[in-house]
């Protein structure tokens, strides 16, 4: 019984409006840092989350709303096919209401797979070959008899990769020893294994004799032998020489997904180069010989989308007209996106996170289903003000087809497009997890939040900029599309590289700058590593915090490794079980035995200042910072502060990171020296606009330490703060890859004609 009158309305007033279909309904949602957050939604609307990093908008969006939509469309499968899938647990929430179907449209990368291309990822490719298919001239065949992935297509000497394998000898065995002493160096080979046993075992060498005493004869066979029955005793097995193996079993696959071990020796053995058969075009050459109006598929699929575009229009022939209509809206679609510089041949794995989520953003807006609700997660990364319009006219463009549209963004241009705004904080990580404010826009102008405050903010243009220590020179450069470019950068100075998405940017720097010798780049890449790296592993943080605990208890600093005798035996140290499930996502659960704590109960026992060392890894940068106050650990914990990880947890393990958390991380490791060039590829990625100035403070530092300080960026306000601008341009792809401005910010906006001069001009307040 409700004794309280007040509890009573409340609870009334909650149960009433689960009867109107209009609102997606959020009651208690506490997942991750969030307190107990309730708000409406309105559907068929477009709603924009905002709040600084680590305030609780992907907890609300992805790990709650979302999750929960994945979560009971897997029920409605039948037992059988949900034992085959990932058990996904109900988000920690009081209620959820008149959910639709959750579609994430989220930044990950689309997977290193050598056969994925944006064509193959929005279907262009099928339908160009449908075209071919049908009027190209000779005609060879169906469509399958122009696809790369199938026998029928694809060329019969790189099997469709367009690239082909050099193997380096020297990594797969030591020549100078015989097959039972090891000499193959291969992983999954060890002397007595299954595999070894099929080389050795096989009657054509001898297992006792050194590899390089082998006759030419045992040398090819033992190195190139095409899959053969032979029998070992009693078995029947299928010998393959060694190259042969290796190459079918790592040439194909996706690095990403190896094991370390086995990417690191997939480096080391396999060198891709051209394929000399097909010239890297990937299809056979009955596929290259059909044209339609002199041009081949491989011609087609290597075209700029937007030239593309072009020529399909040109294209008439009623048999084919549904084909053509189709093709043009993709193709028109990627060109409207921002992505009209890309080819259909362009490898998925090669491209940023924000130009993969705009690839997948395609297929949506072609897309007949309505009435879903589509999640986005930062859609105008990498976008320039230029491009951002377009972006929004997308987002606009799929609520107006009935959708409920969900966008995690801090881009004013993009909350400014919003229906509805919720904004979390007020700060990050435990001091954050709370709703602000939910309304309209002008509602969060005069509502006095962080966001509210921020919306209107500018930076000014740098009064004095600073005088450069010499230069930086890149004479020549031909990198993709870059047209002989020759330009000084200069030291001891902010630079800012600009540009529309697709100008050259990171061809110029990541091509010319990046790998000379004291160049740090700070970029948003994976880091690499386990399951088990976490912020304090990856900076050395670990280290001073295990030696205080073996200190503080007597006891030796192993103990309080996760990754040494002191790790729980069951989950190895990693605090979850990870059921593998084959084709289909693994699945991770805590683990039982020590309740996610990674470590053993004796462990456990040993403290320091009242805590052990699992509380401690629980903690986040913040509150580390007032728990570690000398040494080694306030030196590392104040440089995590400085780049505005504050929020992260000590033990959160580093593949739930984001892009720009990620490149913070980089950057806080390598802070300590002086001299250095940084090189930062689109560090306000991830960040409030009241972030930015804190961003822009390090930056400051940085430079008045002595370093030069080189940034990718598109955010005017990174702009305006800089001592040198160079903008690349005029357009992308090859209406890209020239200077079009290098000098002050002043300049620019004073004299400038570039879409970036427009911009920036606009943004000081000078249009």
């Not at 071990?261 to 051209?274: E, G, H, N, P």
Request: some cysteine; charged content about 20%.
């Amino acid at each position: 019984m409700v004794s309280n009158p007040r509890a009573s309305s409340v609870l009334h007033h909650d149960y009433t409006a689960a009867d109107s279909h209009d609102l997606i309904q959020v009651r208690g949602a506490r997942e991750n840092n969030l307190k107990g957050v309730s708000l409406d939604i309105p559907k068929r609307r477009l709603s924009v989350f905002t709040g600084v990093s680590g305030s609780g908008k992907s907890s609300l969006v992805f790990d709650t709303i979302a999750a929960e939509s994945r979560r009971l469309i897997d029920e409605t499968y039948t037992a059988f096919v949900q034992s085959f899938m990932p058990s996904l647990s109900r988000p920690d929430v009081d209620a959820l209401h008149n959910l639709s179907a959750a579609i994430i449209v989220d930044q990950e990368r689309m997977g290193a797979n050598p056969r994925s291309t944006v064509g193959t990822a929005t279907d262009a490719h099928t339908m160009l070959r449908i075209l071919f298919s049908r009027i190209g001239e000779p005609y060879v065949g169906p469509a399958y008899h122009f696809s790369f992935n199938k026998a029928e297509g694809m060329c019969p000497q790189c099997e469709g990769l367009g690239k082909a394998s050099e193997i380096d000898v020297d990594a797969l065995v030591d020549p100078d020893l015989s097959l039972k002493e090891g000499a193959i160096k291969v992983p999954g080979f060890p002397v007595d294994s299954w595999q070894w046993q099929v080389m050795a075992g096989s009657g054509l060498y001898d297992p006792d004799v050194k590899l390089k005493d082998f006759t030419p004869e045992q040398w090819e066979d033992f190195l190139h032998k095409p899959p053969t029955k032979l029998k070992y005793g009693t078995n029947n097995f299928t010998y393959e020489g060694l190259a042969s193996k290796v190459r079918r079993t790592y040439l194909g696959k996706d690095r990403e997904s190896m094991l370390p071990s086995a990417r690191a020796f997939a480096d080391r053995a396999l060198k891709l180069t051209v394929c000399p058969s097909c010239d890297g075009s990937r299809l056979n050459e009955a596929a290259r010989s059909a044209t339609i109006n002199g041009k081949s598929i491989t011609e087609c699929a290597a075209m700029q989308i937007n030239d593309l575009a072009g020529f399909v229009r040109d294209v008439s022939d009623p048999s084919v007209g549904p084909v053509l209509e189709g093709l043009l809206s993709t193709l028109d679609s990627l060109v409207e996106i921002g992505l009209g510089y890309l080819s259909l041949d362009r490898e998925s794995g090669t491209l940023s996170g924000g130009e993969a989520q705009r690839v997948k953003m395609v297929r949506h807006l072609n897309s007949s289903l309505t009435d879903v609700t589509y999640v986005f997660d930062e859609p105008t990364a990498g976008l320039h003000p230029h491009d951002i319009q377009r972006m929004n006219n997308l987002l606009l463009q799929l609520r107006d087809k009935g959708n409920t549209v969900l966008v995690v963004e801090h881009k004013p241009e993009t909350i400014a497009i919003a229906d509805h705004v919720a904004d979390l904080g007020p700060g990050a990580g435990t001091a954050g997890g709370q709703l602000c404010y939910a309304g309209d826009l002008d509602g969060l102008r005069a509502s006095g939040t962080l966001t509210g405050r921020y919306l209107d903010h500018r930076v000014r243009l740098r009064e004095d900029v600073r005088k450069p220590a010499g230069h930086l020179s890149i004479e020549g450069a031909t990198l993709h599309n870059l047209r002989d470019v020759s330009v000084d950068i200069p030291l001891g100075v902010l630079t800012v590289i600009t540009g529309v998405a697709g100008s050259g940017k990171s061809s110029l720097i990541h091509g010319y700058v990046a790998g000379r010798e004291g160049v740090v780049v700070a970029d948003q890449s994976p880091i690499r590593g386990s399951r088990r790296s976490n912020p304090a592993t990856y900076t050395g943080l670990l280290d001073p915090i295990r030696a205080a605990f073996a200190k503080a208890n007597g006891v030796k600093p192993g103990l309080f490794s996760a990754n040494s005798e002191g790790a729980c035996p069951t989950c190895k140290g990693i605090g979850l079980i990870y059921t593998d499930l084959a084709m289909m996502a693994g699945v991770a659960s805590v683990c039982e035995k020590c309740e996610g704590k990674r470590f053993t109960p004796e462990v456990l026992t040993y403290t320091l200042r009242g805590k052990n060392i699992s509380e401690v890894l629980a903690m986040s940068v913040a509150e580390a910072r007032e728990f570690f106050t000398t040494g080694q650990s306030k030196t590392i914990l104040e440089r995590l502060g400085a780049v505005g990880l504050g929020y992260l947890g000590l033990g959160q393990p580093l593949n739930t990171l984001s892009g720009g958390e990620r490149q913070r991380l980089k950057l806080a490791i390598n802070m300590a020296r002086n001299g250095t060039t940084y090189v930062l590829d689109e560090p306000t990625t991830g960040l409030h606009l009241a972030d930015v100035d804190q961003l822009l403070a390090l930056l400051d530092r940085l430079v008045e330490d002595g370093n030069t300080v080189i940034v990718i960026e598109h955010h005017q306000a990174v702009m305006a703060h800089a001592d040198w601008i160079i903008d690349l341009g005029p357009g992308a792809g090859h209406d890209g890859g020239q200077v079009v401005f290098a000098g002050p910010p002043a300049e620019l906006v004073e004299t400038g004609t570039t879409l970036t001069a427009i911009h920036l001009r606009d943004y000081v307040g000078r249009g």
